[in-house]
């Protein structure tokens, strides 16, 4: 469970990484590499769900987890990441609306 933990973290701290470079990006007006960012992210948010998804299938299966603070903070943060992948592609709409 520890490994899986580790997993979904550090794939979700790829995609915060990704969606912070895509902010920066369309607040400097390069669209096209925001959008390329926000699709980095939103891979590494799949590979992140997939571990999510095979626990959560192992668990379904009769498979007893104990739920430890580590697998907390990772669901948290994939929750959070997913806040901020939304809100980013909210960005980067409003940004390309109200370009020069």
Same mark, same amino acid.
């Given at each position: 469970?520890? *490994?899986? =933990? ?7 701290? #790829?995609?915060?990484? %990704? ?19 926000? +699709?980095?992210?939103? #891979? =590494?948010?799949?590979?992140?769900? #997939? ?35 939304? *809100?980013?592609?909210?960005? *980067?709409?409003?940004? +390309?609306? %109200? =370009?020069?």
């Amino acid at each position: 469970m520890e *490994l899986l =933990s580790f997993q979904i973290i550090s794939n979700v701290g #790829d995609a915060k990484s %990704y969606l912070h470079e895509a902010l920066k990006a369309s607040r400097e007006e390069r669209f096209d590499q925001a959008g390329e960012m926000i +699709k980095k992210a939103e #891979d =590494s948010l799949g590979k992140a769900h #997939d571990v999510h998804m095979d626990i959560l299938a192992k668990e379904s299966q009769g498979d007893d987890f104990k739920i430890t603070l580590l697998l907390m903070h990772a669901e948290d943060q994939m929750m959070s990441t997913e806040l901020l992948r939304d *809100l980013t592609e909210e960005m *980067l709409l409003t940004h +390309k609306k %109200y =370009s020069k």
